[in-house]
């Protein structure tokens, strides 16, 4: 029993057509037009695989496929939003992965004991309305529908309303689930896979992330007759804290930081900037390293302040624990792999999922196909044909394991 890795590659195709950038890669973000029509595209195929699709009050899609048992359902999610000049296989593999396993088990006319489920999760980047796994950590418990509903775009534009725009306003009764067990299904982007020379991570665990908004409060003033010592540039304030994010993240193994995000005003080219605001996205598979990191940022900023006479303040907005999944599911992954003859290496995932709020519902793992320089979050992210359908293997068949077959005491999966 094998996907058809052509059909694959050709739904992969055609939804990177759906917000499609000039540098090959797209632009889909959350609950926007792009994603509109993604979701038409998806809700067509779904529909056509005979899945029976819901959709709940955060937009999230669930496609259904019957099991012989009434039972909970495994369920294989990711999500088809991206960041603004992402690449084509973030997310879209995974939706587009279990989608193919689903179409694969309707041609060999497979039941499977358990019913599985195909989930698309609304905002999982959190580019537009932050925070991340935004809609899976609703359906965990973790953010109330309000919050969810009163989270505003860049524009002032509230996710509710831009749900309700778009058509994917559903109801809080078609929510995913009940989970039996989860498997997400992603490309790596990380060089981890490709240093070994492996084409398929088998994931135990995703790291901790942290994100924070930093305002610096200066003095907007004329450029000209602003002599130097009188200043409080909040720019000149914010570089300093931009290279000490940079420092505190090599300062301690492990750790990566960045400053993906900064709006100064009134960003004119003869005015002392009066106020800036940046982002600050820590991460470390250590939760008390995290902390220690957060310390360090604080630390920076009433350094940065005494120095400049700007005022820093720090809010941490968000934060995604260190979360290892479920041993049953790893090892499920790892059985489905081995049972194929693929090659796998052990990794946790430096990037967030919503497998991570999953794994608080249900037991969760994940299953990463190796990517090409460990590209992504950019248009030159790639992962090959022939990757890509290994790991889409590995999925159908963890899915199975996980499912069970009807009619089968041992399933056929079993290596
Ligand atoms: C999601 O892609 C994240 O790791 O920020
Ligand atoms: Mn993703
Ligand atoms: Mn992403």
Same mark, same amino acid.
């Given at each position: ?56 009050? /955060? ?29 084509? $296989? ?21 039941t499977t004991r358990k019913p599985l489920e195909l989930v698309n999760w609304t905002n999982e980047e959190g580019v537009r ?17 309000? $919050? ?10 509230? /996710? &509710? ?53 930093i305002v610096a409060d200066g003095r907007a003033d004329h450029a000209g007759p602003s002599p130097m010592p009188l200043r ?24 990566? &930081? ?58 941490? /907005? ?49 299953? /990463? ?27 159908? $068949? ?18």
């Amino acid at each position: 029993m094998r996907i058809n890795a052509d059909r694959l590659h050709e739904s992969l195709r055609q939804l990177a057509q759906i917000g499609a950038t000039p540098g090959g890669g797209v632009t889909r973000l959350a609950l926007s037009s792009e994603d509109r029509t993604a979701r038409d595209l998806l809700r067509r195929w779904l529909e056509e695989a005979s899945l029976h699709l819901r959709v709940d009050d /955060f937009g999230n899609m669930t496609g259904r496929r019957a099991g012989s048992e009434s039972s909970a359902a495994v369920v294989m999610a990711s999500h088809i939003d991206t960041v603004r000049c992402g690449g084509r $296989y973030d997310g879209a593999y995974g939706v587009l992965g279990a989608l193919e396993v689903m179409r694969t088990l309707n041609d060999l006319g497979v039941t499977t004991r358990k019913p599985l489920e195909l989930v698309n999760w609304t905002n999982e980047e959190g580019v537009r309305f932050e925070p991340a796994m935004l809609a899976s950590g609703a359906v965990a418990g973790r953010f109330s529908p309000d $919050y969810v509903a009163d989270r505003t775009d860049r524009a002032g534009l509230r /996710f &509710g309303d831009e749900l309700a725009r778009i058509g994917y306003k559903g109801d809080r009764a078609h929510r995913p689930g009940p989970v039996a067990a989860y498997l997400e299904l992603h490309i790596e982007q990380g060089p981890v896979l490709e240093d070994a020379g492996i084409p398929v991570g088998v994931v135990e665990g995703i790291v901790g992330i942290t994100w924070s908004e930093i305002v610096a409060d200066g003095r907007a003033d004329h450029a000209g007759p602003s002599p130097m010592p009188l200043r409080r540039d909040a720019l000149v304030a914010a570089a300093r804290m931009i290279a000490g994010v940079d420092d505190i993240a090599r300062a301690i193994e492990g750790a990566v &930081g960045t400053v993906g995000r900064i709006a100064a005003e009134p960003n004119v080219i003869n005015t002392i900037p009066g106020k800036v605001t940046l982002s600050v996205d820590l991460r470390h598979p250590d939760a008390a390293t995290l902390d220690r990191l957060m310390a360090a940022l604080e630390h920076l900023a009433r350094d940065v302040t005494a120095l400049t006479g700007v005022t820093i303040g720090v809010n941490r /907005f968000w934060t995604s624990e260190p979360t290892p999944f479920s041993t049953e599911v790893v090892d499920a992954v790892q059985a489905a792999a081995d049972a194929l003859g693929i090659a796998t290496q052990r990794l946790w995932s430096g990037a967030g999922h919503d497998a991570k709020y999953m794994q608080e519902v249900a037991p969760s793992a994940m299953i /990463f196909a190796r990517s090409v320089n460990g590209l992504s979050h950019c248009e030159q992210e790639y992962s090959t044909p022939e990757d890509l359908e290994a790991g889409a293997n590995v999925l159908l $068949y963890a899915a199975l394991r996980l499912a069970g077959i009807e009619g089968e005491r041992i399933s056929h999966t079993r290596g």
